[in-house]
T-cell receptor, first 113, second 118 residues
Framework: NAGVTQTPKFRVLKTGQSMTLLCAQD?????MYWYRQDPGMGLRLIHY???????AKGEVPDGYNVSRLKKQNFLLGLESAAPSQTSVYFC????????????FGPGTRLTVT | AQKITQTQPGMFVQEKEAVTLDCTYD???????LFWYKQPSSGEMIFLIY??????QNATEGRYSLNFQKARKSANLVISASQLGDSAMYFC???????????????FGTGTSLTVIP
């Protein structure tokens, strides 16, 4: 079991460029999440999904789009990157509701210049 | 208003001593869950412990226990017999609601950096 994997691990973008971050999980989890982590701010939820084909906005969705075409994959897109999107991005998955914890990927460090 | 507040940016504890990391939360939903995660310097997020709003007893997992005071809306993490490997950032998180869309949103605090001194 690989758990939750994220691709790429590091990326540097120029302002205005686009990119897609890939999250994959092999645990057959229903729920998946994208967070960003900035210094002093903890983790903030960008978008999440409660099942294949579903997505919803979290706390800080502006400038990002997501898709969950397959249950095991959750993609995060930046259409026109901005320096304010420089951050560490974490993907997480979760088996179910109530007490189930989130399993996190290793993170992607994105720098936008 | 902040959903999760962690007021201790940094804490120090002597090896083998116990330490309490504070967490207060804000919700009007009667059904919610509280989680603690550890983030070592390597960056991964590690789940430690969970407490449900309807759980009568405080949660425990090995050296970790959660001091749940519902009326005060606090969910402090207690680490007993600290070890050098406990040095890390610790995040408190809350899930509001019982299920569905809103029941799957998580809110994280800003974290507490714990340093264990030999």
């Amino acid at each position: 079991n690989a758990g939750v994997t994220q691709t790429p691990k590091f990326r540097v973008l120029k302002t205005g460029q686009s990119m897609t971050l890939l999250c994959a999980q092999d645990m057959n989890h229903e729920y998946m999440y994208w967070y960003r982590q900035d210094p002093g701010m903890g983790l903030r939820l960008i978008h999440y999904s409660v099942g294949e084909g579903t997505t919803a906005k979290g706390e800080v969705p502006d400038g990002y789009n997501v898709s969950r075409l397959k249950k095991q994959n959750f993609l995060l897109g930046l259409e026109s990157a901005a320096p304010s999107q420089t951050s560490v991005y974490f993907c997480a998955s979760r088996r179910g509701t109530e007490g189930y914890e989130q399993y996190f990927g290793p993170g992607t460090r994105l720098t936008v210049t | 208003a902040q959903k999760i507040t962690q007021t201790q940016p940094g804490m120090f504890v002597q090896e083998k001593e116990a330490v309490t990391l504070d967490c207060t939360y804000d919700t009007s939903d009667p059904s919610y869950g509280l989680f603690w995660y550890k983030q070592p310097s390597s960056g991964e997020m590690i789940f430690l412990i969970y407490q449900g709003s309807y759980d009568q007893q405080n949660a425990t997992e090995g050296r970790y226990s959660l001091n749940f005071q519902k009326a005060r809306k606090s969910a402090n993490l207690v680490i007993s017999a600290s070890q050098l490997g406990d040095s890390a950032m610790y995040f408190c998180a809350m899930r509001e609601g019982g299920g569905g869309w809103t029941g799957n949103q998580f809110y994280f605090g800003t974290g507490t950096s714990l340093t264990v001194i030999p």
